[in-house]
């Protein structure tokens, strides 16, 4: 993270008896960007033997602008989260909140059966794809890039749903979203005002894929 001269940055360290690195990723992933108005700024994902993953956030602390690095280290075993903002008591007390929820959500999904664990790791990956749209549609990215994140988080949340009665809602608007865009030129970006609605379509996801990482979580 570049430290901005007036911004004070904060990191807090968590090691983790999991032996499930991506998931751990991933929830910590959910732990920051189940806030509200949270911005993906990037991220990266490197599993060969260990895993390895960061990603970087933007957001509010105490009203104020601050961004927020997470990273965690398959070979250790252990979680970093740096954040970055105007108010260092504040920065402080966000990282120590963060931290206290992280391994709450940890020991609960620790203690799931494993179908609710296969769920759950299914919600939490549809939850990067929202998180991963809003950035593609950001940065003006092709298409391919943002039907890719759509697909892919409707298949996670029909997988993470499976079994229930009905049809989830957000199995049946990313349908009718794949379907509105699929024509569209895959390596040009997305036209101003659907990508507009593409974006705050987004927000609904999120919101109807964290209630179902709640009922684990």
């Known amino acids: ?121 299914r919600a939490l990956v549809a939850k990067t794809c929202w998180d991963r749209l809003v950035r593609e549609i950001l940065n003006k990215s092709p298409l391919n890039d943002v039907y890719h994140q759509v697909a892919h988080g409707r298949e996670m949340m029909i997988k993470a749903v499976e079994g229930e009665d009905g049809m989830h809602p957000i199995t049946l608007t990313t349908s009718g979203w794949l379907s509105q865009i699929e024509s569209l030129p895959r390596d040009e970006a997305l036209p101003g005002n659907i990508a507009s609605e593409l974006a705050k379509k987004s927000i609904e996801w999120k919101r109807e894929t964290q209630e179902v990482i709640s009922r684990y979580l």
């Open 1 to 121: 993270m570049d430290a901005s001269e007036d911004m004070a940055k904060v990191s807090r360290k968590l090691n983790y008896s999991i032996d499930e690195s991506a998931t751990v990723f991933r929830i910590t992933w959910y732990s920051v960007a189940s806030k509200p108005n949270v911005i993906l700024d990037a991220y990266n994902e490197a599993e060969s033997q260990v895993f390895n993953g960061d990603a970087k956030f933007s957001l509010r602390i105490a009203g104020e602008k601050a961004k927020v690095n997470i990273s965690v280290d398959g070979a250790k075993s252990s979680v970093g989260v740096e954040a970055e903002g105007m108010d260092e008591v504040a920065v402080g007390v966000f990282l120590d909140d963060l931290v206290g929820s992280l391994n709450d959500a940890l020991a609960k999904y620790d203690s799931l059966p494993s179908e609710d664990k296969a769920k759950l790791k």
